[in-house]
């Protein structure tokens, strides 16, 4: 069975500063899909960043960025220029595709990130 | 982009009382939606998997005669919750497969009282 681990039940980061959340998984499947989530105090889920398993460059978005290592099972994200806005709870995810044809997310422990003023 | 819609946002009940959530998807069909659970400072569970003009899927462990699903159409999935009693009382997430990964919808606090 897939499981995805976080490590980092909290940790905080100055305004500005760039800080890095890990991510590992364990699975014996060759395809599959990585993602970051990110849940505000509000509680709504955001797609902060995606990676394909069969892309070697690791997915960019704005200040966002993933280091994605496949034979290590690691998908870390790291967020540069961090702004008070980051503050949420970070969700790193798995995803493949199930023989029904359906696709289901397997959810880390997630990791609390405040941003510090 | 895609929304999915999720109503109510907050709902108090008595306990021995039923409870609707609904979920649209706005601006898209969604053949297929996920409902997850969420206890507070933990990771979202997934409960079902809800399928339009099926039956759905539900994940090991979770009631089908407690958590009442139903997806009628392809922008609607219901998840009642029957017979709610105090440890129901949770935050309760759909999703909808979109690209480039699926969409959530806003929530659902659950208290039962």
């Known amino acids: 069975a897939q499981t995805v681990t976080q490590s980092q039940p909290e940790m905080s980061v100055q305004e500005a500063e760039t800080v890095t959340l890990s991510c590992t998984y364990d699975?014996?499947?060759?395809?599959?899909?990585l993602f970051w989530y990110k849940q505000p105090p509000s509680r709504q889920m955001i797609l902060v960043i995606r990676q394909e398993a069969y892309k070697q460059q690791n997915a960019t978005e704005n200040r966002f960025s993933v280091n994605f290592q496949k034979a290590a099972k690691s998908f870390s994200l790291k967020i540069s220029d961090s702004q008070l806005g980051d503050t949420a709870m970070y969700f790193c995810?798995?995803?493949?595709?199930?023989?029904?044809?359906?696709?289901?997310?397997?959810f880390g422990t997630g990791t609390r990130l405040k941003v510090l003023a | 982009g895609a929304v999915v819609s999720q109503h109510p946002s907050r709902v108090i009940c008595k306990s021995g009382t039923s409870v609707k959530i609904e979920c649209r998807s706005l601006?898209?069909?969604?053949?297929?939606m996920f409902w997850y659970r969420q206890f507070p400072k933990q990771s979202l569970m997934l409960m079902a998997t809800?399928?339009?003009?099926?039956?759905?899927?539900?994940e090991q462990g979770v009631e089908k005669d407690k958590f009442l699903i139903n997806h009628a159409s392809l922008t609607l999935s219901t998840l009642t919750v029957t017979s709610a009693h105090p440890e129901d009382s949770s935050f309760y997430i759909c999703?909808?497969?979109?690209?480039?990964?699926?969409?959530f919808g806003s929530g659902t606090r659950l208290t039962v009282v």
């Open positions: 601006d898209f069909q969604a053949t297929t």
């Open positions: 699975t014996s499947e060759n395809n599959y899909y």
């Open positions: 995810a798995f995803m493949k595709p199930e023989p029904s044809g359906t696709y289901k997310y397997i």
């Open positions: 999703s909808a497969r979109t690209v480039p990964g699926y969409t």
């Open positions: 809800s399928n339009e003009g099926s039956k759905a899927t539900y």
